[in-house]
């Protein structure tokens, strides 16, 4: 089990991301979470592939691509040439995950599927032998800064029980909400990457406060090997 902090550049200072890209890096990031929103999904929009490729140019990690669009293959390409090392596409919203999944490791790109709080985890059931990694989404998607759903320690117990029966290591990442209280026991449940944006950048020392949570996930992590 390897744990990775990924902070979400949603909470960064837009003015200065690679400033906030380096920061966070120095802290011990291991991803750049980028949050991509399109109005119809969520209620809410971010970025497209430009900004993704501007922060390519200054990120030493590699870029994690959140999509949060409706029809997301028509957009696939263009964020993997703008330098997604890994994609995330909501089953929601995808008839044809398996296509999909397939069109996303076809360009060398690591590719998960994510569940919405009140997406059931049977819908990956089929696709579980396929993925690089599952996104639990511990918050309606759409915004920043919003409080961690309890429930969402069952799923991820579920999805890493899932993936084990289909005798696939892909990590369980799990998004929104995830704090110095709560980043613990979202280990403890299986999570092996996890998204922070308003508890890294919501301050005015986003390196620190990176540090101090990927400490806390490290610790919670040992301590799981040792039970
Ligand atoms: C929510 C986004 C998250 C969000 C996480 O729609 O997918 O990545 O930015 O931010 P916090 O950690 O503030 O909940
Ligand atoms: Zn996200």
Redesign the pocket.
Known sequence: MTIRLAP?I??ADFADLGREVAAVERGGADLI?V?V?DGHF?P?ITIGPPVVRAIKRVATVPLDV?L?IEEPDRYLDDFIDAGAAMVSVHVEVLPHLHRTIGAIKSRGVKAGVVLNPSTPVVAIENVAGDVDFVLV??????????A?IGRSLDKIRSVRAMLDAAGNAAPVEV?????LQNVAVVVAAGAEIL??????F?GRQPEQAARALKDAAVSAMMSRARA
């Not at 998004?175 to 704090?179: N, S």
């Not at 998204?195 to 890294?200: F, K, L, R, S, T």
């Open positions: 979400s949603l909470s979470h949050d929103m969520v809410n959140h949060m989404m511990s918050v309606n998607p759409g915004f920043g800064g919003q961690f998004d929104g909400g995830i704090d998204v922070a944006g308003q508890a890294v919501g």
